[in-house]
């Protein structure tokens, strides 16, 4: 079965820290893309690769940064993590069905910093 | 500066009862407008989606409809079921191939027995 998977699911770690969050997909995607949770708020997209060797940033200004060396992986790292990086970070893919992209996303990592 | 306003932010409806959720977007170069819906601890899925060209678009007990003029675009879920509940989230892009989406801030929908 084709999926999305992100790892750690919940991190809870120290000022300081270096992280890296882990986004794998089975299905073979181009292109993909780091979304940014808020409770009760909108997602932002932070990041996005249209494949192996390209990323760009989103609309939402990041300090993390990301890599794209392999098709099926695009992991996130956040050097020195800060208390305003606490977040839910949501990773997708997207396939050109229909005309449109459909992005299938990922179950999220949930980062809180202390 | 939000893109795409949506409300509610939550609503409780009773089983088999109509759900309605708005969103309202300013940018008028948007020309692709999903819906996904969150259910705990699971990424937002693709629900339907809709494009400017068409006024309304129903797949079995959704339907989006859409008004061009106003800017507005809404979500009903008819004869809504205990399992509908989840948040929703209207979104918009302006890219033309759905990349890139601008989030509404989620409904959570929670449908009473």
């Known amino acids: 079965e084709a999926d999305i998977y992100q790892t750690p699911r919940y991190l809870v770690i120290g000022t300081g820290k270096k992280i890296t969050l882990e986004c794998s997909q089975t299905?073979?995607?181009?292109?993909m893309y780091w979304y940014q949770q808020d409770p009760g708020m909108e997602l932002h997209l932070i990041h996005y690769s249209y494949g192996v060797n390209s990323t760009e940033k989103g609309d939402l200004s990041s300090e993390s940064t990301v890599s794209r060396i392999r098709t099926e992986h695009f992991p996130l790292t956040l050097e020195s993590a800060r208390p305003s990086h606490t977040s839910q970070y949501l990773c997708a893919s997207s396939d050109p069905g229909a005309g449109a992209n459909v992005l299938t996303f990922g179950a999220g990592s949930r980062l809180t910093v202390l | 500066q939000q893109q795409v306003k949506q409300s509610p932010q939550s609503l409780i409806v009773q089983k088999g009862g109509i759900s309605i959720i708005n969103c309202a977007y300013e940018?008028?170069?948007?020309?692709?407008f999903p819906w996904y819906q969150q259910f705990p601890g699971k990424g937002p899925a693709l629900l339907i989606a809709?494009?400017?060209?068409?006024s309304e678009k129903k797949e079995g007990r959704f339907t989006i409809s859409f008004n061009k003029s106003a800017k507005q675009f809404s979500l009903h879920i008819m004869d809504s079921q205990p399992g509908d509940s989840a948040t929703y989230f209207c979104?918009?892009?302006?890219?033309?191939?759905?990349?890139?989406?601008?989030f509404g801030t989620g409904t959570r929908l929670a449908v009473r027995p």
């Open positions: 979104a918009a892009s302006n890219d033309g191939s759905g990349d890139k989406l601008t």
């Open positions: 809709i494009r400017p060209d068409v």
């Open positions: 940018n008028t170069a948007f020309d692709y």
């Open positions: 299905m073979g995607h181009d292109k």
